[in-house]
């Protein structure tokens, strides 16, 4: 069937061996809106980032598919909703009766979903394989175990892409990836992704190539070098570690500042390793012709796993609901359309990047997409405007909630699994979600609900279901936990980490090797 399909793909004008452009697709992993440079960072430096957003087109309205990491993935690579796709949960995450092992004593279980990446796709990379481009990918994978990696999905080499989704071993080496060899101890994982990248990059000389860079970077554990820890440790305002950290979002703690130096290491540690990439292409003269893609897979980590980050004036984070966990950095540089670098508040997401890859460099595909080519924007056209859907029918580790979402222009209207309800937002004249309108409009609620829940059954979307153990009680003492326990813990490890005399263990996560 997947041949079939494949041969349908048409080339247009372009002469692949000669003028076709290649293809760099950099996602970095848990990044934020708000941690770079260019978008508004005072805290973490990205000079890299930011250069190639001073030459992209910026979409400031761009969306992941999801505010967890695999199914924002699986729509990167077939242009797919997770919806759809049934993969709607990071691949590993527990559901139905097994979720109670967890100790959430939640009221709904999670819906089931698929554990790979469907074979029955044509991914991006089997797409640009046929046209003759050599594939290449480098890093994180999560959509599935042996069997179902880059190398069974369109990629002729993979690097480091295996069922974990988070960098088992830390970020130095040794690395325990049964995809990446380990060269010399204290080696950097962003830095060897980024190598193994210009590896490839040099030897692709002369044929169009697909390269995929998808850094681990930065999901936890979060690690980074004692220079980088000292060099952001210094640059915090005085008296910083002696401020209240973290306040109660819903659920859980959620970070105020962007104020932790590891962390702040570890992003300029993945910038530096975009700037390795950026100048190899303009070392070999491939600067002019090949297009570059970055972007995150969904919010910045504010609460929960390792509480990284803050991703104010948006609310929320990874795992969350609101903008802080699905709105991203989404940049498109096209050689020829973005030289001087262009914003454009156009809504966009995830899925928007396959049909728009092959657009731009002259490929017809009969698949169908629930994301549009976003070519035109770039020749000075609009494009219709449409509506964006999510569905999330599981309880993050960071704190969200069981929802499902539409965007139609500013309106945003959340749909609650557990009891129902819908908040209604306006994000235009309150971007960062604070007041909830759903009684002040009941006919647009009414509008947009419909819309929603029409998408949810065209989609065949799976929804949680009640539990019908669930303890009201039990569930109450699990959230007082995290009010009484659980902050005071965060406060304390916070100032920790800000003090001038932090120290996480003898080697820095073993960055310092010592040779006697």
């Known amino acids: 069937m997947k041949k079939i399909i494949l041969c349908f793909l048409l080339i247009t004008s372009f002469t692949y061996a000669q003028k076709s452009p290649n293809v760099v697709f950099i996602l970095a992993d848990d990044l934020g809106y708000h941690d770079l440079g260019y978008s508004g960072s005072k805290y973490y430096e990205t000079p890299n980032i930011d250069a190639l957003a001073g030459r992209s087109m910026n979409f400031v309205n761009g969306y992941a598919a999801s505010r967890v990491c695999s199914p924002s993935r699986a729509a990167i690579m077939t242009g797919i909703s997770p919806a759809r796709l049934q993969i709607t949960d990071w691949i590993g995450a527990k559901t ?185 292409l303009k070392e070999l003269g491939l600067d002019k012709n090949t297009i570059i893609v970055f972007t995150s897979d969904n919010g910045g980590v504010a609460s929960g796993d390792a509480f990284s980050t803050s991703n104010s004036p948006l609310r929320g984070g990874k795992g969350y609901q609101w903008e802080g966990g699905i709105k991203e950095p989404y940049l498109i540089s096209v050689p020829g359309f973005t030289e001087k670098g262009v914003q454009n508040k156009t809504p966009v997401t995830g899925m928007d990047f396959y049909p728009t890859l092959l657009d731009l460099v002259g490929v017809k595909s009969t698949e169908n997409f629930d994301g549009i080519s976003l070519k035109p924007l770039f020749e000075g056209d609009a494009i219709e405007e449409r509506k964006l859907y999510w569905h999330y029918p599981h309880y993050g580790n960071q704190g969200g909630e069981p929802s499902s979402i539409i965007r139609d222009g500013d309106w945003k209207l959340i749909h609650y699994w557990e009891d129902g309800r819908d908040e209604l937002y306006r994000l235009s004249e309150d971007p960062s979600e604070e007041n909830d309108i759903a009684l002040l409009f009941p006919d647009k609620v009414e509008v947009l609900s419909l819309d929603l829940h029409n998408w949810l059954e065209e989609t065949n979307a799976k929804l949680p279901s009640p539990d019908p153990l669930y303890d009201a009680e039990k569930e109450l003492k699990v959230l007082e936990s995290y009010r009484t326990k659980l902050w005071p813990r965060l406060e304390k490890e916070r100032k920790e980490m800000l003090s001038k005399d932090y120290k996480p263990n003898a080697d820095w996560w073993g960055s310092k090797i010592t040779r006697d």
């Open 96 to 280: 139905g009766e097994e979720w109670r092992s967890v100790g959430r004593h939640s009221k709904i279980l999670p819906a089931e979903y698929s554990y790979q990446l469907p074979k029955e796709r044509i991914t991006l990379a089997e797409a640009f394989q046929k046209v003759g481009y050599k594939t290449f990918f480098a890093g994180k994978w999560h959509l599935g175990d042996e069997g179902s990696w880059p190398e069974d999905h369109g990629f002729h080499i993979n690097k480091g892409g295996f069922h974990a989704g988070s960098p088992m071993g830390g970020y130095f080496a040794p690395f325990e990836n049964p995809n990446l060899e380990n060269h010399k101890e204290g080696e950097n994982l962003s830095l060897r992704l980024a190598n193994e990248t210009c590896q490839f990059i040099e030897q692709s000389q002369g044929n169009p190539f697909f390269a995929f860079l998808s850094f681990y970077a930065v999901h936890g554990p979060i690690q980074t070098t004692e220079e980088k820890w000292t060099k952001f440790q210094t640059k915090l305002p005085e008296n910083q570690q002696d401020k209240v950290g973290f306040k109660m979002e819903r659920t859980l703690p959620i970070r105020k500042y962007q104020d932790n130096p590891v962390y702040a290491g570890l992003i300029e540690q993945m910038d530096d390793a975009v700037g390795l990439v950026l100048n190899k």
